[in-house]
């Protein structure tokens, strides 16, 4: 579904040139749930951001669904660490935000707020479709803020640290939501995040990066059965296990000392 081929991004910053990441090399599946770990700074946001075509890649090749990316697809959505809810919209309107911006949709916007109306369902929202935004709780909002990136049913979801903003408890419940709602859908989804617990609860494939330039350091496969949770489960010792290993990864000195 996604594939990156020897992909390079470098910025010209303002100090000079800045390798934002190197060599990768990444094949996710369709339907497959990967999640990318990583120091700050080491190219996450912006790897999400090539898959979407916000920005071209300075070398390399970007495909989704077997297409160059050339720039934003329909059936490819973003959703970011904060909600950014349009505050004087309601909660449904925000939502169907995507689809009255596209008019192109191939439903009819009656089957469009159907469809709104069984997504608010499915993450607790029922009943809160006239309410603003400022009168939920940010894990409401980002529970808007899923709900409205599943509108246009992606084949693709890329997700920047969407729940680190949010509380241990929410946190929890939405990863829970979201395994729920992947394993309805067949979303293939990438998510950044910078709790490695959340990358191997979530994940079927974890991907760590290397500090500076981002390179790909380990992908590590996840064979723990679902569904998981970030609380107390049944998988707490094997989750607990890889969770080592990953920190282990990540805090070893910087890719350079190992070329
Ligand atoms: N538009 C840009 N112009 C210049 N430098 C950028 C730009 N976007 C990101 N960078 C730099 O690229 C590196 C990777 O950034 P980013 O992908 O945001 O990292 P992460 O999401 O892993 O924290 C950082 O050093 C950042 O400063
Ligand atoms: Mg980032």
């Not at 890329?158 to 709602?181: H, K, V, Y």
């Amino acid at each position: 579904m996604i594939r990156l081929d020897g992909v390079g991004q470098v910025f010209d910053g303002r100090e000079g040139q800045v390798t934002a990441l190197e060599k990768i090399d990444l094949h996710v599946r369709g339907g497959e749930f990967v999640t990318l770990i990583g120091r700050s700074g080491c190219g996450k946001s912006t790897l999400l951001r090539l898959i979407a075509g916000l920005l071209p890649p300075t070398s390399g090749s970007v495909q989704v669904a077997d297409e160059p990316v050339t720039g934003p697809r329909r059936d490819v959505s973003f959703m970011f660490q904060r909600p950014a809810l349009l505050p004087w919209r309601s909660v449904l309107s925000n939502v169907m935000l995507p689809v009255e911006i596209d008019k192109g949709g191939d439903r009819s916007k009656a089957a469009y707020r159907d469809r709104a109306h069984q997504l608010l369902e499915l993450v607790g929202l029922q009943g809160f479709e006239r309410r603003l935004p400022h009168e939920l709780s940010g894990g409401m909002q980002q529970r808007v803020s899923l709900c409205r990136s599943l509108i246009r049913d992606p084949q693709v979801m890329l997700m920047d640290e969407p729940f680190s903003a949010l509380d241990a408890l929410t946190r929890t419940e939405l990863s829970e939501e979201l395994q729920r709602i992947k394993m309805e859908l067949a979303t293939t989804i990438v998510f950044v995040t910078h709790s490695i617990e959340e990358a191997v609860v979530l994940a079927d494939r974890v991907v760590v990066l290397t500090p500076r330039p981002g390179r790909m350091r380990e992908v590590v496969d996840i064979d723990i059965p679902r569904p998981r949770s970030l609380a107390q489960n049944a998988y707490v010792t094997e989750v607990a296990t890889i969770s080592a290993r990953l920190h282990g990864l990540l805090s070893e000195k910087d890719s350079e000392d190992r070329r």
